[in-house]
């Protein structure tokens, strides 16, 4: 499948190819449909994203929400809905909490955030009762595919853990290294990102970078091959890992960049989505399910990937043991 769309930040930059997601697409639609419980999907360009995924075979939504309004958004788009199942729930933080009762029963493998904000979806995962808690750190990753880079990257964490500390880091590594092994990336690497590729006091997250790089040695962290601290430009760029005269697996060829805390991973995303053209399909990883965090700004063909990613996340949780919960 190959699916051209206009950038979604509203200027028209033209129609391109996307074919990293098209490649997600395609292998998600080579396993088996994902049970997906759809958080308050009640305007159309959530739930549009929603007809569009089971129409492709990726997904087997259960919509979660107020029926009159998720009737509307359907009526809006002129799609029949009669046959999809529709769980009732009178308000977004109602939704919330049906839909994770959905997953502790075995009805969803899966999460997917709708017209509702994200604090109110998230609040109901990690609730101590009741919620979708494990033994691991939640954290976000963003599966960006940036024009001109060949290969798919994966940032991590944007959007969950703000300041997180070294231990957090050690799952947020450990949640991207098992996400791209997901993805079917034959060989992970994961560049921990500060502002210079040198161990430095005064820099702490140049001090993380080199614990988790030795604990990775040890075997606290597994699948992947890290490096760090590096500067993002020798991190992705080989010329600039070359002229650096750094000796490295991952330097100037990473595929997953870890970022010091969250303002330094959203300025990166954000960065690449509004001056280089890129996409950013989003999943929430550590918690019993995957969840599928969109934004409203977000193209159809970001919304499909972000399924897909769901889609091949569950699929290799169902061939590995569940991660304990706490």
């Given at each position: 499948m190959?699916?051209?769309v206009t950038v979604h930040d509203g200027s028209q930059h033209g129609q391109r190819q996307h074919d990293k997601y098209d490649r997600l697409v395609a292998a998600a639609q080579s396993v088996s449909r994902l049970k997906v419980a759809v958080v308050h999907p009640c305007d159309q360009a959530s739930?549009?994203?929603?007809?569009?995924?089971d129409g492709l075979g990726l997904i087997e939504p259960i919509l979660v929400g107020p029926r009159p309004k998720i009737m509307a958004a359907a009526e809006a788009l002129g799609k029949?809905?009669?046959?999809?199942?529709?769980v009732e729930a009178p308000h977004s933080h109602a939704a919330a909490e049906a839909a994770v009762d959905l997953v502790r029963s075995g009805q969803a493998e899966a999460l997917m955030k709708g017209s509702l904000h994200t604090d109110e979806l998230m609040g109901a995962?990690?609730?101590?009762?009741?919620?979708?808690r494990t033994a691991r750190r939640i954290s976000h990753c963003f599966v960006m595919d940036v024009p001109g880079h060949d290969t798919a990257l994966i940032i991590t964490d944007a959007a969950v853990n703000i300041a997180p500390t070294l231990e957090d880091k050690v799952h947020i590594v450990q949640n991207a290294?098992?996400?791209a092994r997901a993805l079917r990336v034959d060989q992970v690497r994961v560049a921990i990102l500060s502002a210079m590729e040198t161990v430095n006091p005064k820099v702490p997250?140049?001090?993380e970078a080199a614990a988790l790089c030795k604990m990775a040695d040890r075997g606290q962290i597994t699948g992947g091959i890290l490096d760090g601290p590096l500067a993002l430009d020798n991190a992705i760029d080989l010329g600039a890992a070359t002229i650096k005269k750094i000796q490295?697996?991952?330097?100037g060829q990473a595929n997953v960049l870890v970022v010091p805390d969250l303002e330094?991973?959203?300025m990166l995303a954000k960065s690449l989505t509004f001056l280089a053209d890129a996409d950013a399909a989003g999943i929430v990883l550590g918690a019993r399910v995957p969840i599928i965090l969109t934004s409203r700004a977000d193209s159809n063909i970001t919304r499909l990937a972000s399924c897909a990613i769901a889609s091949l996340v569950a699929d290799a949780q169902r061939t590995r043991l569940a991660i304990p919960e706490v």
């Open positions: 190959t699916v051209a739930l549009s994203a929603v007809l569009e995924a029949d809905i009669s046959m999809m199942r529709i995962v990690v609730r101590r009762e009741g919620g979708l290294i098992d996400l997250s140049t001090i490295s697996p991952v330097a330094a991973g959203n």
